[in-house]
């Protein structure tokens, strides 16, 4: 039982670069978000789906893109990376909109 | 703009002693949930009270939730040093804001042992 997977766990990007945070579940979740967590700031919701075809985006979704084609995948893409993207981001999932999510391990990004 | 504001920032207790850190929200929820983020790790859900609930148990875990002062407390009973880690409030909002979880700047608690 994988519950979320997210990579890679670390990585590195020159600003300007782009690259995807792959994340998946194996839950059978329709609801899955992406958060990024700075020191001292807790976590903000970046963008979220509510199933395969559908996403909104959250409070600070600037820099970044996602798609989801399938429920179990929910990719995230930074355009043009830039230093303020550094960052610790977490992907989370749930069965419903109004419970508790299962997040992921992370993926600690730095761009330099 | 964070919703939740946990208080204190940080704990330090030792192992057998209650641990109690408290929740302030901005705007209508639908739920509040509670999560422990170890060092270096995701986070964990803990325990989610709705909106129509006053208090909850699960294990040595009591929250309170008042909605008439937007507040919510986790109380952790007869801690452990395996208790040591961050904790995190997050609220679900009303409507269109649902599953939209916004975070509070969470309280790093330390039991020794």
């Known amino acids: 039982n994988a519950g979320v997977t997210q990579t890679p766990k670390f990585q590195v990007l020159k600003t300007g670069q782009s690259m995807t945070l792959q994340c998946a579940q194996d839950?059978?979740?329709?609801?899955m978000s992406w958060y990024r967590q700075d020191p001292g700031m807790g976590l903000r919701l970046i963008h979220y789906?509510?199933?395969?075809?559908?996403?909104d985006q959250g409070e600070v979704p600037n820099g970044y893109n996602v798609s989801r084609s399938t429920t179990e995948d929910f990719p995230l893409r930074l355009l043009s990376a830039a230093p303020s993207q550094t960052s610790v981001y977490f992907c989370?999932?749930?069965?419903?909109?109004?419970?508790?999510?299962?997040f992921g391990s992370g993926t600690r990004l730095t761009v330099v | 703009s964070q919703q939740g504001e946990e208080d204190p920032q940080a704990l330090s207790i030792q192992e057998g002693e209650n641990a109690t850190m408290n929740c302030s929200y901005k705007?209508?929820?639908?739920?509040l949930q509670w999560y422990r983020q170890n060092s270096g790790r995701g986070l964990v859900h803990l325990i989610l009270?709705?909106?129509?609930?006053r208090e909850k148990h699960s294990g040595r875990l009591r929250v309170t939730l008042d909605t008439s002062k937007k507040s919510s407390s986790l109380l952790i009973t007869a801690s452990r040093a395996a208790d040591t880690a961050s904790y995190f409030c997050?609220?679900?909002?009303?409507?269109?804001?649902?599953?939209?979880?916004?975070f509070g700047a969470g309280t790093q608690v330390v039991v020794t042992p």
């Open positions: 989370a999932s749930s069965a419903t909109p109004s419970g508790g999510y299962t």
């Open positions: 839950m059978n979740h329709e609801y």
């Open positions: 789906s509510v199933g395969a075809g559908i996403t």
């Open positions: 705007t209508s929820i639908n739920n």
């Open positions: 009270i709705r909106s129509n609930e």
């Open positions: 997050a609220t679900d909002g009303v409507t269109d804001s649902w599953g939209k979880l916004q």
